[in-house]
């Protein structure tokens, strides 16, 4: 192995479209299998789940703050700029009493300070969530990031939880994405090295696939697919993948003890034994991937 | 209420003191604006507001105050939106039922009750 390869540690996004496609699932199982190896960062700020599957001790809690603004009442001119710079309806012009923040919906972009043109708005360091990093004996790493109750920015907390120091150096860091295909989403798969999207084998996992997948081609992660809650004969993710050149990883079958296992707050690999072959072997089909990507891409 | 309010905003399906009342606030269609003693109508629309991420009720008290009213007519009115409009001194009333101009009627005779605070919470 080169030099250069061994340097930059590669960051893998699990994502899907849908809520309840298996996400965590497969995260879980993929840090399980390939514990020397990787560390993973719960990015599902609103509703962080990969520690109920992972048990290991708190290593180090610290807060995460984003800059909001305070209006300095006596300077502002009550023109309302910054009003109609907030693009999140974060703050109101209400007459003779000037300028009220409404902080829980900053997305701390800074627009309103920018554009102030009485130097009124200073922007103050306030709390909006937590990191945790936890760290087992088994080599892995988990942080978690979790966005206050009432705040409404989760890719401020995502990105702090991305950028957080891992407690030691390893190839792989995985990325438990959020739900959706909006601004979390693309704050998780944002220069990622690659993207393994979920989907269950169902019409609305094939709808939520199309999102996720245009999403990742937008922000140019490559891609490949991990098909859950297979059932034989049901190809519609299959024939959608080969339409689109993407190619499936895995398949994962549906099966009641699997659902029985995660349920008991087991995982994936408790109740699939086998499985976890496979799903050292996906980590480096994703590694596989990334070269050929990069090769093909100069 | 102390004095008499003018400019009244009513949450409205659609324009014209016939349209029937709409009974939320930050994500209403439109308001129909009432001047009452000219007895003259505006329309002012909620459009781009309607489907906002969030914060539709606070940006929908910043239109409303945009048309110069001192009170507001309207079926549910939340927390943010409140406190914007109680700061800017605009007065709330209740009515979820009926049309602009049976709202207007009562209004005059004293018979809608005025919120002293929000009545509904948080994405109601």
């Known amino acids: 192995m080169k030099t250069s390869e061994k340097e930059r540690p590669l960051q893998i996004a699990i994502a899907s479209g849908k809520g309840g496609a298996g996400k965590t699932s497969v995260a879980v199982a993929l840090l399980q299998a390939n514990a020397e190896r990787t560390r993973l960062v719960d990015c599902d700020v609103e509703e962080p789940d990969c520690h109920l599957f992972l048990d290991a001790p708190i290593v180090q809690k610290k807060p995460v703050t984003q800059l909001i603004p305070h209006i300095l009442a006596d300077q502002c001119r009550h023109c309302g700029r910054c009003v109609r710079a907030c693009q999140f309806n974060a703050l109101a012009l209400a007459g003779d009493s000037g300028v009220m923040v409404f902080t829980e919906l900053c997305h701390a972009c800074g627009a309103c300070a920018q554009i102030c043109p009485a130097g009124a708005i200073e922007e103050v360091s306030t709390p909006v969530g937590e990191l945790i990093q936890r760290q087992s004996e088994k080599g892995w790493e988990l942080v978690t990031g979790i966005l206050s109750v009432g705040h409404a920015a989760a890719p401020g907390v995502i990105s702090a939880a991305r950028r957080e120091t891992p407690v030691r150096p390893v190839p792989f860091t995985l990325l438990d994405s959020p739900p959706g295909a909006a601004c979390s989403l693309v704050t998780t798969l944002r220069d990622c090295d690659f993207a393994l999207l979920v989907a269950e084998a169902t019409p609305f996992g094939l709808h939520d696939l199309e999102l996720a997948m245009e999403t990742s081609k937008k922000l140019d992660v490559p891609c490949a697919v991990v098909v859950n809650r297979m059932r034989p004969g049901r190809t519609l993710i299959q024939d959608f993948c080969k339409v689109q050149g993407v190619p499936i990883l895995i398949e994962i079958p549906e099966k009641r003890e699997i659902a029985e296992s995660i349920a008991a707050g087991g995982s994936l690999l408790d109740a699939e034994p086998d499985l976890r072959n496979d799903f050292r072997n996906l980590l480096d089909k994703c590694k596989q991937m990334i070269n050929s990507s990069r090769a093909a891409h100069g | ?124």
């Not at chain 2, 004095?3 to 016939?18: E, H, I, K, Y």
């Not at chain 2, 505006?42 to 008290?61: F, H, P, R, S, V």
């Not at chain 2, 945009?66 to 079926?75: D, M, S, Y």
């Not at chain 2, 009750?113 to 509904?120: E, F, I, R, Y």
Request: aromatic letters at 4%; one cysteine or more.
């Open chain 2, 1 to 124: 209420m102390s004095t008499n309010p003018r400019r009244v905003a009513f949450s409205a399906t659609q324009a014209g003191l016939d349209a029937s009342l709409d009974p939320r606030f930050g994500r209403c269609s439109c308001w129909v604006i009432l001047d009452l003693e000219s007895g003259a109508v505006e329309l002012l629309n909620n459009t781009d507001n309607k489907g906002a991420e969030q914060g539709a009720g606070i940006q929908a008290a910043q239109t409303v105050l945009g048309a110069n009213v001192q009170a507001l007519v309207t079926g549910h009115c939340g927390p943010k939106a409140f406190r914007v409009l109680q700061a800017a001194g605009v007065a709330v009333y209740c009515a979820e039922e009926g049309t602009v101009r049976q709202a207007a009627e009562r209004l005059q005779a004293g018979q809608l009750p005025q919120l002293s605070q929000p009545d509904v919470a948080s994405h109601w």
